[in-house]
């Protein structure tokens, strides 16, 4: 074989042997790469019970990331590796993490000096295969099938004469006779069948994964928002000489836009025995980006609670409709109605609980359009008051908000990252299955060179495929007057051998010619093959 050649065979293995040692070399030989088998189901979909995640050292982490942790100390399970998602924290107070599977954050809140490093990549399934590597037998079996192997493939270098000619095969070793298989052959073979397991394991992991994934996107969003302010009439006293709680008012505008939004002002209790009535005041908006073209009807409601026990309902307020996307109305509130009202049902049950809720509750039904969203809600906001015998406390929150949007379901293809490209998982799988079949493809045809002698010359094909019915002999004292049967093929004369389970002879003429016989009394069966001398 060339220098050139020699070269050309060695280039892959040169590159692949680099991107093992710069990118996957483990921690342990001071490399990036550390390799974690998942246990358990905590990370379910995403890694799965017995997948080998391999782990690369970041200088930062973010909420999002997939990271291996150690328990930090004091902690239960102190010095375990626990492998999950950084759902939120910082790093100077810990991360908090979490299972993709789980319903509750961890315990644990590691620090960047816990972590292991961030997961760079998984193989679905290959931790067990570790698992069973551990097992001293298995290791041992793989090692003694890995040697037998490498002892059938194995070929002896014929010594040489001084001339630089062969030696016959049965000068030196009487038993094989075998020519090594080419190096460069070997070392194809390996990497071939090396290269169709990585793609086997990727075309696997890509058919594991959604080719799509669908995602929410907001096509618009719209807000209900509401403010109360009352206004208490007491009776005349020296802590209201005007008879008049002033007037109580939300504040400024400018409210939080979150599902539930509400703004507190400090409650001022009202002291049951002086409290007459309230005048509740409630507005209420529609607000959007898009100009509503909508139109509603309010009507409230004044409920009454005792505790857990029993609720009386009263209308305050009939429908009453109105038109655009605003509206206002004030709901007077009679505390003695209230007090007789409670005082009936508490001769009439008994129960005396204490402390009631009463509630003011606005309802507004919103009809239309909002762009071409055809819109048809109700929106209730409550206002709320703990009354007893001794004082009133008006609801501290006076503005809500409620935040509606309308989404459509939007799919997209989805994407691996692979060595830092991010490639489409239908690209993925067939790209991985066909590398892989090619790959096994020409794993089999340098395996069919190494094992059956495939585009090699006959005699090397011989010495692969029969090498161990094969004998090798020094020089055969074939007599003359014995009866030689020429045989057509070798397959013919092994036939022959097998049936009378006889030895075949191998004897290397010195020429480039191979003479295979068998004998069987005075009849000599032969196969001849003539090639022209070589030189290595």
């Known amino acids: 074989m060339t220098m050139r050649k020699r070269m050309a065979l060695a280039l892959p293995l040169v590159g692949a042997a680099a991107l093992w040692f710069f990118l996957l070399r483990p921690a342990f030989l001071g490399g990036p790469a550390s390799y974690i088998m998942v246990s358990g189901p905590s990370m379910e979909p995403a890694l799965h019970h017995g997948d080998l995640a391999v782990v690369r050292k970041q200088g930062s982490y973010s909420p999002g990331d997939i990271v291996p942790f150690r328990v930090p100390k004091g902690e239960p399970g102190e010095g375990a590796i626990v492998i999950h998602r950084i759902a939120g924290g910082t790093p100077e107070e810990g991360f908090v993490v979490q299972g993709d599977n789980k319903d509750a954050p961890d315990i644990w809140r590691p620090t960047p000096g816990d972590i292991v490093g961030k997961v760079w990549l998984h193989v679905p399934g290959a931790g067990r295969l570790l698992a069973l590597l551990r ?112 007037p109580v008012t939300p504040p400024a505008p400018g409210l939080p836009a979150t599902a539930e939004a509400t703004t507190a002002v400090p409650a001022q ?195 692969a495929r029969y090498g161990s019915l094969l004998i090798s002999v020094a020089q055969a004292d074939l007599k003359d007057e014995a009866q030689r049967i020429e045989l057509a093929s070798m397959h013919d004369l092994v036939k022959l051998a097998q049936r009378d389970s006889r030895i075949i002879f191998h004897q290397d003429m010195g020429t480039g010619s191979h003479l295979y016989f068998v004998q069987d009394g005075t009849v000599t069966y032969q196969y001849t093959v003539a090639e022209p001398a070589t030189e290595d």
Not at 169 to 187: D, E, R
Not at 192 to 200: I, K, N, Y
Not at 315 to 341: H, M, N
Not at 359 to 385: K, N
């Open 135 to 246: 097992d001293p037998l298995n290791l041992g079996l793989m090692v003694g099938g890995l040697t037998t192997l490498s002892l059938l493939g194995g070929r002896e270098v014929k010594p040489r004469r001084k001339g630089g000619r062969r030696m016959p095969s049965g000068t030196g070793n009487k038993t094989g006779g075998q020519l090594p298989a080419p190096v460069g052959v070997m070392v194809a073979l390996g990497a071939f069948a090396v290269l169709a397991l990585a793609l086997a394991a990727g075309a696997v992991y890509s058919f594991r994964q959604p080719a799509e994934k669908s995602q929410l996107v907001e096509r618009l969003r719209y807000e209900h928002t509401a403010a109360f302010d009352y206004t208490a009439q007491v009776e005349a006293s020296s802590l209201y000489p005007s008879g008049v709680i002033q």
């Open 269 to 463: 209790p009202i002291y049951t025995k002086l409290a007459r009535s309230l005048d509740l005041g409630f507005t209420y908006a529609l607000e959007s980006f898009v100009p509503p073209e909508v139109q509603g009807e309010l009507s409230a409601a004044l409920q009454i609670r005792a505790g857990d026990g029993w609720v009386q309902t009263l209308e305050v307020l009939p429908p009453t409709p109105f038109g655009g996307s605003t509206t206002s109305a004030r709901i007077p509130v009679d505390f003695g109605q209230v007090w007789s009202l409670i005082d009936t049902i508490e001769q009439e049950t008994g129960f005396t609980p204490g402390t009631y809720d009463v509630s003011v509750i606005p309802t507004v039904r919103i009809t239309g359009r909002i762009g071409t969203e055809t819109v048809d809600e109700l929106y209730s906001p409550a206002f709320t008051m703990k009354l007893n015998r001794t004082q009133i406390t008006p609801d501290p929150e006076l503005a809500r908000s409620e935040v509606k949007t309308v989404a459509d379901t939007v799919s997209e293809s989805q994407h691996l990252n692979l060595l830092g490209l991010s490639i489409p998982v239908t690209m993925t799988r067939w790209v991985s299955v066909g590398g892989a079949v090619m790959a096994l493809a020409a794993a089999a045809a340098l395996a069919g060179v190494v094992f059956l002698g495939l585009g090699r010359t006959e005699a090397a094909k011989i010495q």
